[in-house]
Nanobody, 119 residues
Framework: QVQLVESGGGLVQPGGSLRLSCAAS????????MGWFRQPPGKERELVATITSGGTTNYADSVKGRFTASRDNAANTVTLEMNSLRPEDTAVYYC?????????????WGQGTQVTVSS
């Protein structure tokens, strides 16, 4: 069982930056791949970024070059650095732990943190 807690969301102006953190309060994330999802208001949830236990990352085209995922297995945490934020990045962001079977399959979810990009 892995319990995930996100932090770092908030209100930011377009072009600004935010850093989301995800800490595992139980479980060992080094055993899992990690993924960040987001759900914009009125839209379906989408996968934003993944990072393997070894640190290999993959990003959705919409955030490539602007977002950076990283992990610290010793500290049992993952982060999502978000730069050049746009209004369309407004969403609830979720941290997940999971595995790959072809595609990334999340197994554990955090409670989500709100990111609002607005002037």
């Amino acid at each position: 069982q892995v319990q995930l807690v996100e932090s770092g969301g908030g209100l930011v102006q377009p072009g600004g930056s935010l850093r989301l953190s995800c800490a595992a309060s139980s479980g060992i994330i080094s055993l899992y791949g990690m993924g960040w999802f987001r759900q914009p208001p009125g839209k379906e949830r989408e996968l934003v970024a993944t990072i393997t236990s070894g640190g290999t990352t993959n990003y959705a085209d919409s955030v490539k070059g602007r977002f950076t995922a990283s992990r610290d297995n010793a500290a049992n945490t993952v982060t999502l650095e978000m730069n050049s934020l746009r209004p369309e990045d407004t969403a609830v962001y979720y941290c997940t732990a999971g595995r790959w079977s072809g595609a990334y399959n999340p197994r554990y979810w955090g409670q989500g943190t709100q990111v609002t990009v607005s002037s």
